[in-house]
T-cell receptor, first 114, second 116 residues
Framework: AQSVTQPDIHITVSEGASLELRCNYSYGATPYLFWYVQSPGQGLQLLLKYFSGDTLVQGIKGFEAEFKRSQSSFNLRKPSVHWSDAAEYFCAVGANFGNEKLTFGTGTRLTIIP | GAVVSQHPSRVICKSGTSVKIECRSLDFQATTMFWYRQFPKQSLMLMATSNEGSKATYEQGVEKDKFLINHASLTLSTLTVTSAHPEDSSFYIC????????????FGPGTRLTVL
């Protein structure tokens, strides 16, 4: 069975600083990986996804993530955060062609300070 | 495009009553819809997968008689929490997928259920 670990429960960064959110996965086959963002009381918005090909994936809102098979990681990065990036971020792994049975990590809450 | 709505956004009910939550894909046809449950400050847990016109597939540990799922059309799925109890209070989120398994899941805004 697949699993996802997000080691950081809460991260605080200054506005304008760079950001990296960690995600490690466990899956027996080729993983299909996703990053979602959730604002308070809202549903989830897809930031980016990796199915195959280039291991550096560009997403919306200036986010990118890099798939590293040797480290079983799919870390999310942004070079300069904005106050509006404050939210909960979830990493997920999918089975069966990518979009069946998404398994989510426990999430990382991002706080931005002025 | 690819908007998913949920209704209601919030509902408060008395213990023992049933509550129906609707999930609609507004601008696409959803072959498959998913229902998730999210506890406070925790991750999303998949409850069930429903394909239009067929019975839902429930995850292990989810009571199918308590959480009734109907996917009667390509744009609508409903989750009915029967005989709700306080422990059913949670944030319920649906997602919809247009077609192929490789298609993206689009998530609704969620429904906050509070059972008194």
């Amino acid at each position: 069975a697949q699993s996802v670990t997000q080691p950081d429960i809460h991260i605080t960064v200054s506005e304008g600083a760079s950001l990296e959110l960690r995600c490690n996965y466990s899956y027996g086959a080729t993983p299909y990986l996703f990053w979602y963002v959730q604002s308070p009381g809202q549903g989830l918005q897809l930031l980016l996804k990796y199915f195959s090909g280039d291991t550096l994936v560009q997403g919306i809102k200036g986010f990118e993530a890099e798939f590293k098979r040797s480290q079983s990681s799919f870390n999310l990065r942004k070079p300069s955060v904005h106050w509006s990036d404050a939210a909960e971020y979830f990493c997920a792994v999918g089975a069966n062609f990518g979009n069946e049975k998404l398994t989510f990590g426990t999430g990382t809450r991002l706080t931005i300070i002025p | 495009g690819a908007v998913v709505s949920q209704h209601p956004s919030r509902v408060i009910c008395k213990s023992g009553t049933s509550v129906k939550i609707e999930c609609r894909s507004l601008d696409f046809q959803a072959t498959t819809m998913f229902w998730y449950r999210q506890f406070p400050k925790q991750s999303l847990m998949l409850m069930a997968t429903s394909n239009e016109g067929s019975k839902a597939t429930y995850e292990q540990g989810v009571e199918k008689d308590k959480f009734l799922i109907n996917h009667a059309s390509l744009t609508l799925s409903t989750l009915t929490v029967t005989s709700a109890h306080p422990e059913d209070s949670s944030f319920y989120i649906c997602s919809a997928r247009p077609g192929a398994p490789t298609d993206t899941q689009y998530f609704g805004p969620g429904t906050r259920l509070t059972v008194l």
